[in-house]
């Protein structure tokens, strides 16, 4: 099977830029957990569809056994992708044959908080890490560097301090090394 080019996790673009997003009465988001491997099918057939909607990939390199480096493009939470819509976008995601479960998120702004700082995780360019099982730690926000002004929590992976942000509706997230990047306490 050949690895596909990279193909856009997010639909609309500025999906995630608007603070007001969440409070139109109509719309709400919701959770897709899907069928194996058929995130990037159902994500393509949203945008078919005009449903916004943000699905998390990230790149992954590896070297195949002959010696040559692959890059492919891998959802980030395998079978899950967030979608924001009223009740008929719903029905509409829903005919795509993708679908395993939908589950509304209770709480959209915090969803919408946890997915745009992940996403600005992913756009820094390092190497993210996928955390499952949430662990109690920091809450910090980082002061300086590519990553500044984003928020998480400390935890500490074989003695290596990381960044960890967070989808708590999920209860994973990812991290990234923290490095020598100063943080303060929220």
């Known amino acids: 099977m050949p690895i596909l080019d990279y193909e856009p996790d997010l639909f609309p ?3 995630l830029e608007s603070p007001k997003l969440g ?3 109509s719309r709400c988001w919701w959770t897709f957990y899907l ?3 058929q995130e990037k099918q159902f994500m393509r ?4 569809l005009g449903i916004a909607h943000y699905g998390p990939v990230v790149t992954k390199r590896s070297r195949s056994p002959s010696g040559r480096e692959r890059v492919s493009h891998a959802p980030l939470f395998s079978g899950y992708v967030f979608m924001y819509g009223d009740d008929e976008h719903r029905r509409s995601a829903l005919t795509t044959n993708c679908v395993s479960r939908c589950i509304e998120v209770p709480d959209g702004g915090e969803l919408w908080h946890d997915l745009r700082n992940l996403r600005s995780l992913i756009a ?5 890490t996928l955390e ?3 662990e109690a730690g920091t809450p910090v ?3 300086t560097g590519p990553f500044r002004e984003l928020e998480g929590i400390v935890i500490s992976r074989r003695g290596v301090s990381r960044l960890l942000v967070a989808v708590r509706f999920l209860q994973q997230g990812a991290s990234v ?4 990047y100063e943080v303060e306490r929220i």
Do not use: C, N, Y
């Not at 820094?124 to 993210?128: L, R, W």
């Open 13 to 15: 673009a500025d999906l």
């Open 23 to 25: 409070q139109e009465a």
């Open 35 to 37: 069928r194996a491997r």
């Open 45 to 48: 057939r949203l945008r078919t």
């Open 124 to 128: 820094g360019g390092a190497a993210v």
């Open 132 to 134: 499952a099982k949430l």
């Open 141 to 143: 926000r980082i002061r």
């Open 177 to 180: 090394e923290l490095g020598d």
